[in-house]
């Protein structure tokens, strides 16, 4: 059975970066592909990016374009979220998802579409 794991969170500065890893157990990635979503409190759960199970398709979110990158090791059967120039406005719990989807050619970032998720991680972006 399908597990992940988020890590990487924490407190950090506006203008600073954080790498999250989203880690899997039970399974290999390799046919899966990995979404990143976040929840602020008091708001709906929100896409960030997603990566197709091969790594060559991403997809970013506006609020994440040009500043965060994810990436995937298979061999690793992880995923990483490098989050650069971060804001208030990036606080949240962030949550990783994954989707059997071998081959994929493109992803979303639609929750209803990710039948496996983490347990989250709080980012907070506080001076």
């Known amino acids: 059975q399908l597990q992940l794991v988020e890590s990487g969170g924490g407190l950090v500065q506006p203008g600073g970066s954080l790498r999250l890893s989203c880690a899997a157990s039970?399974?290999?990635?390799?046919?899966?592909?990995i979404g990143w979503f976040r929840q602020a409190p008091g708001k709906e759960r929100e896409g960030v990016s997603c990566i197709t199970s091969t790594g060559i398709y991403t997809h970013y979110t506006r609020s994440a374009k040009g500043r965060f990158t994810l990436s995937r090791d298979n061999v690793k059967n992880t995923v990483y979220l490098e989050m650069n120039s971060l804001t208030p406005e990036d606080t949240a719990v962030y949550y990783c998802?994954?989707?059997?989807?071998?081959?994929?050619?493109?992803?979303?970032?639609?929750?209803?579409?990710?039948?496996?998720w983490g347990q989250g991680i709080q980012v907070t972006v506080s001076s």
């Open positions: 998802a994954a989707e059997g989807s071998p081959g994929a050619a493109y992803c979303t970032v639609v929750p209803g579409g990710y039948p496996n």
């Open positions: 039970g399974v290999t990635l390799d046919f899966y592909t």
